[in-house]
């Protein structure tokens, strides 16, 4: 999960701050993230959907940021027997941030995570 993450803290780095009002969202879509399998090694899969939205203050500091992505694994990732949850806590630029990932016997893959 800590790479998902990587590559979400990532997508937040790549956000330009905008002329935007004070705590206008700022999303950002595409495709491309990383996906964990049964033994938590994460590949690159280049078709995985994501969707972020970040807000920023005047000075363009983060006030919350939230991330989701769907993909599937890859040719060598192992799958799981059965669903694995993973709860997922961590600091991003000073905001607390919560989330999970589940990866499917099938090799579905998705992660979510909210701060702020």
């Known amino acids: 999960m800590y790479k998902a993450m990587i590559a979400a803290v990532g997508l937040l780095v790549a956000f330009p701050v905008q002329a935007k009002p004070v705590q206008a969202a700022m ?16 590949f690159y899969d280049i078709a995985c959907a994501y969707h972020a939205v970040s807000k920023v203050d005047a000075n363009g500091h983060l006030l919350s940021f939230t991330y989701q992505d769907k993909g599937q694994l890859q040719t060598g990732q ?5 669903a694995i949850h993973r709860d997922v806590i961590l600091t991003l630029d000073g905001l607390a941030c919560s989330g999970d990932e589940v990866v499917t016997p099938s090799g579905q893959y998705s992660s979510n995570l909210r701060c702020g």
């Open 27 to 42: 999303p950002e879509s595409g495709s491309g993230c990383y996906v964990g399998d049964a033994n938590e090694l994460y």
């Open 78 to 82: 192992v799958a799981p027997k059965r």
